[in-house]
């Protein structure tokens, strides 16, 4: 399955790179972690406007999720802990995570979700 060059539009996601530890405003740490992502890559993909039963078909019923991401190269890095930008500016926090992945011998389907990041 191929993705129509029309159909594809940009978006970028980050790597999990690991949590780090939050600190208070004397530096002392809260017992809190707080997840990191290495350097956003940008992708062009295909990004369904909402989900359908097709894609619901596709992933399992008992999954949530909001958008489903098509993309050509069944080898992509990307993973369900796997930040994403989609709606919004790259300089603002990520408005998707990754889901589920279902790969196929040409393609690569993701299941992203909708999220909402407190503070920074």
């Keep these: 399955m191929k993705c129509m060059w029309r159909n594809k539009v940009p978006f970028w996601y980050a790597p999990y790179a690991g ?25 062009m993909g295909s990004v369904s406007p909402a989900t359908g039963k097709a894609q619901m078909e596709q992933f399992g019923t008992l999954e949530k999720y909001d958008k489903v991401i098509v993309y050509e190269d069944p080898n992509c890095a990307m993973d369900e802990s796997s930040a994403l930008w989609v709606d919004k500016p790259l300089d603002d926090s990520p408005d998707y995570m990754v889901k589920r992945v279902a790969r196929s011998l040409t393609c690569v389907s993701y299941a992203i979700s909708k999220v909402t990041v407190h503070g920074g």
Excluded: M
Excluded at 19 to 43: C, H
């Design 19 to 43: 949590k780090t530890a939050v600190q208070d405003e004397y530096g002392n740490e809260t017992g809190e972690y707080k997840a990191t992502y290495g350097t956003p890559v940008k992708l």
